[in-house]
């Protein structure tokens, strides 16, 4: 039988050395799909948000210990996620910037054919709208519409104003909106 997830349970878990590897196995449990999806938005590939994930998780294991409580343990993942996004998608860009590929045309392919992607048009249009935009718009963007996230929550994530973040959202789902419209 699962308990529901308490939060307060949880630090305390991970206060003992006794229990820290339970408390963290159930952070694993209430929070791997949620941040799954976070960061396959960012990456679009199943496989590099798989081992994203992975990251992600082993950082927040090896860090448990600084982990402070002063915010949600899940403003702390979506944080330590974010930043294994941009480090990913950096290094990346290096990449391609070696090579005269065109970055967003081998998202875009990489998303087109993997197996796990069941979009359909409007869903392919929006990816690709979502590929014009710069990094922070596009996370911004991706927490406020896929996960509803309040703008307090991304500005502790970000280390951002919550006006910033406002404008932000405005400027992606603009530039969102003219590239359906350029599309249609």
Known sequence: ????YDEREVL???QDEKTQRRGFEMIVAQYSEQLYWQIRRMVYSHEDANDLLQNTFIKAWTNIDYFRGDAKLSTWLYRIALN???TFLNKQRAQATVSLDDPEADVLQKLESDPYFSGDKIQTTLQK???TLPEKQRMVFNL???QDMKYEEMSEIFGTS????KASYYHAVKKIEKFFDDEV
Do not use: Q, S
């Open 1 to 4: 039988m699962n308990t529901p």
């Open 144 to 146: 406020k519409y896929y």
């Open 12 to 14: 305390a878990l991970l």
């Open 129 to 131: 709208a979502l590929l």
């Open 84 to 86: 294994e996004c941009l």
């Open 162 to 165: 919550v006006g910033a973040l």
